[in-house]
């Protein structure tokens, strides 16, 4: 059973970055075939994907952020990161991580199956 | 403003059926295969429907998923108490901003 846990500080203060870890057990990242994903959820609304990366390194991240989002992979610890920079009130959110299962076709299947239980990042000085 | 629409609220009886609808356009529900998502209160996400239509293991044949033109329906018979959750719909949206969207949410009463 593949199983995802988010850390990292639950303040970060305005313009700062902020910075999450996704240690990933029951399954390996380097094993291939699914993309790791950050999602996040503000306040009593609905769920906004940030963006994914493979084992191999490569990312897509939602083009709304992609200027302040850096996703990177450690395989050797089994686990993946999220920074955003220049954070603001509207970044305050439940973060989550998620398995991504991302099938290339026409069209392209794509869906989460494992999702972290979620970590509150408020943005406040 | 999420880019799939969803209402807010739906509520039925136990034992009853109930409906969830997805709307959106051609370049995500209509050209794009859809998840359906419950969130039970403070918890995450779990996958209930992908592809459309079908359930990962372990999702009971109470929960089913549809699709037609631009639009999605997730349905939910015999009704218990542990369905009250908020549902989310997602897909592709293959549009110039091409990313992953979500409904924003609905919420399902058991009454």
């Known amino acids: 059973q593949v199983q995802l846990q988010e850390s990292g500080p639950g303040l970060v203060k305005p313009s700062q970055t902020l910075s999450l870890t996704c240690t990933v057990s029951?399954?390996?990242?380097?094993?291939?075939?699914?993309?790791w994903s950050w999602i996040r959820q503000h306040p009593g609304k609905g769920l906004e994907w940030i963006g994914y990366i493979y084992y191999s390194g490569s990312t897509y991240y939602n083009p709304s952020l992609k200027s302040r989002v850096t996703i990177s992979v450690d395989t050797s610890k089994n686990q993946f990161s999220l920074k955003l920079s220049s954070v603001t009130a509207a970044d305050t959110a439940v973060y989550y991580c998620?398995?991504?299962?991302?099938?290339?076709?026409?069209?392209?299947?794509?869906?989460?199956?494992?999702w972290g239980q979620g970590t509150l990042v408020t943005v406040s000085s | 403003q999420s880019v799939l629409t969803q209402p807010p609220s739906v509520s039925a009886a136990p034992g009853q059926k109930v409906t969830i609808s997805c709307s959106g356009s051609?370049?995500?529900?209509?050209?794009?295969?859809v998840s359906w998502y419950q969130q039970l209160p403070g918890t995450a996400p779990k996958l209930l429907i992908y592809?459309?239509?079908k359930r990962p293991s372990g999702i009971p044949d109470r929960f089913s998923g549809s699709k037609s033109g631009t639009s999605a329906t997730l349905g939910i018979t015999g009704l218990q108490t542990g369905d009250e959750a908020d549902y989310y719909c997602?897909?592709?949206?293959?549009?110039?901003?091409?990313?992953?969207?979500f409904g924003g949410g609905t919420k399902l009463t058991v009454l």
């Open positions: 051609s370049s995500n529900i209509g050209n794009n295969y």
């Open positions: 592809d459309n239509n």
């Open positions: 997602g897909t592709w949206d293959s549009s110039l901003s091409a990313d992953v969207v």
């Open positions: 029951g399954g390996s990242i380097s094993s291939g075939g699914y993309y």
């Open positions: 998620a398995r991504e299962i991302a099938v290339a076709g026409n069209p392209p299947l794509i869906f989460f199956d494992y």
